[in-house]
């Protein structure tokens, strides 16, 4: 696309034209798209990053001063790229540190049937640590599925899935 085609779409984005912003989507989405999905491997992921680049180019094009467009995007989608690592980052921490704290948090129910929840809680342990969170934040944390998939960063028919086969390797030690 010659320069002076790029500028006038950049001129009409920053006036709020929304047709100027769409062209701009349609120039850098595939580009934006390719170097997301390079750094993380994730279609769904680079798909989520992509959508923040592009609301974060409407929320600054404002402070675009001109040079070299690409840059100023790329640059951004680097700073979008690391703001979700910190994130993954801060979101594992908390989970291994409550995954920690129920470990070592000692069940004491009261019960008539007090083998029974020695036992799930003995199968609990035995259970993949990713499934046995999962488990726990469905039954007794009571979480939707869909808070729980948006929690977990994953499409809401994983999660389904995890808790579907979690239950059942339940099951299986429970007997």
Known sequence: MPQHDLERIIKGAKKGDHDCFSQLVDI??????????RLTGNRHSSEDLLSQ??????????TYKGGNFDSWLFA???NVFHDYLRFKHRQTR??????????????????????????LQDALSKLDSDVREIIIM????????????????EP???????????LRKLRELME
Do not use: N, W
């Open 28 to 37: 850098y989405a595939k580009r934006c798209f390719g170097y997301f999905f």
């Open 53 to 62: 680049l592009f609301v974060k180019l409407v929320e600054k094009i404002g």
């Open 76 to 78: 951004m989608a680097s």
């Open 94 to 119: 908390l989970l291994e540190e409550h995954s920690r704290r129920i470990e070592l948090e000692p069940v004491h129910v009261e019960s008539p049937d007090g083998d029974e929840l020695d036992k």
């Open 138 to 153: 469905r039954f007794y944390s009571q979480l939707p599925f869909k808070e729980m998939a948006q929690i977990r960063r």
């Open 156 to 166: 809401i028919g994983t999660t389904l899935s995890k808790v579907h086969r979690g």
